[in-house]
């Protein structure tokens, strides 16, 4: 009966979602080991403590979109290459606000990652350099000071994420002490809808671990004494954000800057009328808000909009080299890595984040070959079929 399940399509199909080591298997993999990003996953794991582990895994309420933003790139095929060609001859190299990019991949903003590795963001920050000068953005809730990991990896670019505040005047000194430290890009976030999540609430007797572990507000809250309208999940910090703020910081970013958890064509338009230099389609990772649609299904509506005007990087689920490809081709510039990125960290240090980051390259590098792809502006829609519902 357990083999007859284990090769029922059903069982396949939630394996290719996020496939996880056979239970007999006992031994822990090297790092030389490493094949795939899902590799590094169970390592991550038994590496960090519940609280640590769950606030990396997790997403808003059921985390419904956790998992369709995996399912979604199941329903995107890739096209069958008439000409496949070598993989020497694909260069993927581009430029983003005069960064030059060997890969188009980018390491999304995460907070604290002190608690995944003793290195944390200066860790991840130096595997990124490593790795063909992947661009890094900074969250706004890092474990470690902009003014320490700005300098940490010579030749590397940082960017920097911000929530939103309503006070303008906090708001300069952030804009202020990102710039003076060297981070010329800017990423406002205006996709972070939900206060707390069910895995949070699921581990209140672990409410000391989450504190002392440097975790965002999210993973702290469930366990603190609840007041207000924050006993009912709601957190007066989210939600009120307005096309005049956005206005008002544009004035304070001397540099590019990014509006991150675009999820509909008309915002991506006023983005754009409201001074927004590139946009990220996000829905943080399922974390944003449950029960809607993943970040692939999205692309091509806003991709119309923006029409090329501006450019597009894309995040939310993103494990394989042929899941970077799928965006490409359906309208992004540039994807991040966000979940997988933290895997490598906690699984083995800087060395494991920059050897992550470098499998999927390659593997974008095969994918590209085997589609006939020799550069970037190859990757379009002609050389995928969408079979979204």
């Known amino acids: 009966m357990a083999g007859f399940v284990a090769g029922a399509p059903v069982s396949a199909a939630v394996a290719q979602i996020d496939p996880s080591p056979f239970g007999e298997h006992r031994r822990a993999l090297s790092l030389a080991e490493m094949q795939t990003a899902f590799d590094f996953e169970p390592v991550f794991r038994g590496n960090v403590s519940l609280p640590v582990y769950d606030y990396t895994a997790h997403g808003d309420g059921s985390e419904f979109n956790v998992q369709r933003n995996r399912q979604a790139f199941d329903w995107v095929d890739i096209a069958p290459a008439r000409n496949a060609i070598p993989e020497a001859q694909v260069d993927l190299s581009s430029e983003l606000f005069g960064v030059r990019m060997k890969f188009p991949i980018l390491i999304a903003p995460t907070a604290a990652m002190v608690p995944l590795h003793p290195e944390g963001e200066i860790g991840m920050f130096k595997a990124a350099t490593a790795a063909w000068n992947t661009l890094m953005i900074l969250s706004t809730n890092t474990s470690t000071p902009v003014a320490k990991v700005a300098p940490s990896a010579p030749g590397g670019t940082l960017w920097a994420q911000f929530y939103p505040q309503q006070n303008l005047a906090a708001t300069q000194q952030w804009m202020d002490t990102y710039q003076n430290a060297g981070c010329n890009g800017i990423i406002v976030t205006v996709d972070q809808q939900a206060a707390y999540y069910e895995r949070s609430l699921q581990n209140r007797n672990l ?173 379009n829609k002609t050389r995928v079929k969408i079979n979204f519902a």
């Open 207 to 379: 409410g000391g671990r989450v504190r002392t572990a440097g975790l965002g507000q999210g993973a702290r809250g469930a366990a603190a004494t609840l007041t207000g309208a924050a006993r009912y999940r709601v957190n007066p910090g989210r939600l009120w954000y307005t096309w005049q703020y956005i206005d008002a910081v544009r004035k304070m970013v001397k540099g590019p800057l990014l509006l991150k958890g675009i999820q509909d064509p008309e915002d991506a338009r006023l983005a754009i009328a409201h001074g927004a230099d590139a946009i990220i389609v996000s829905n943080h990772g399922g974390r944003s808000m449950d029960y809607g649609p993943s970040t692939l299904e999205i692309m091509p509506e806003i991709a119309a909009a923006v029409n090329g005007r501006i450019p597009i990087l894309f995040d939310s689920g993103i494990r394989r080299g042929a899941d970077i490809f799928k965006a490409l081709a359906l309208g992004a510039d540039g994807v991040c890595l966000g979940r997988a990125a933290r895997w490598g960290l906690g699984a083995f240090g800087p060395a494991g984040a920059q050897r992550l980051i470098e499998i999927l390259q390659r593997e974008l590098v095969q994918v590209a070959a085997a589609a006939g792809c020799a550069k970037l502006t190859d990757i």
